[in-house]
Nanobody, 127 residues
Framework: QVQLVESGGGLVQAGDSLRLSCAAS????????MGWFRQAPGKERDFVAT????????AYADSVKGRFTISRDNAKNTVYLQMNSLKPEDTAVYYC????????????????????WGQGAQVTVSS
């Protein structure tokens, strides 16, 4: 069992930056593919970014490409999402997720590939 705890959300203005962190419990973090998803009110939970277990490959949703960066520190059992040039449409609850079954970015961009989810962190971007 893996427990994921997100932190770093908040209220910012358009153009600002935020960094989300996701701390994972357990000793097998380095074997999990990790991802970030987000869910705006009344909408589905959508893929944002993913990183393979080794950190060697990443993938992003088109809407965040060039503005967001996912990274991981396996020694600290933590995955990060650096969000720059934030826009009001980035407002959502952001969820961290871990997959023990898949480690390719094609699979990791799909919500069904994940086995564990965090509780979510609210990010609100005002215009």
């Amino acid at each position: 069992q893996v427990q994921l705890v997100e932190s770093g959300g908040g209220l910012v203005q358009a153009g600002d930056s935020l960094r989300l962190s996701c701390a994972a419990s357990g000793r097998t973090f380095s074997s999990y593919g990790m991802g970030w998803f987000r869910q705006a009110p009344g909408k589905e939970r959508d893929f944002v970014a993913t990183i393979t277990a080794s950190g060697g490959s990443t993938a992003y949703a088109d809407s965040v490409k060039g503005r967001f960066t996912i990274s991981r520190d396996n020694a600290k059992n933590t995955v990060y999402l650096q969000m720059n040039s934030l826009k009001p449409e980035d407002t959502a609850v952001y969820y961290c997720a871990a997959s023990r079954r898949y480690d390719g970015t094609w699979y990791l961009s799909r919500r069904a590939s994940y086995d564990y989810w965090g509780q979510g962190a609210q990010v609100t971007v005002s215009s």
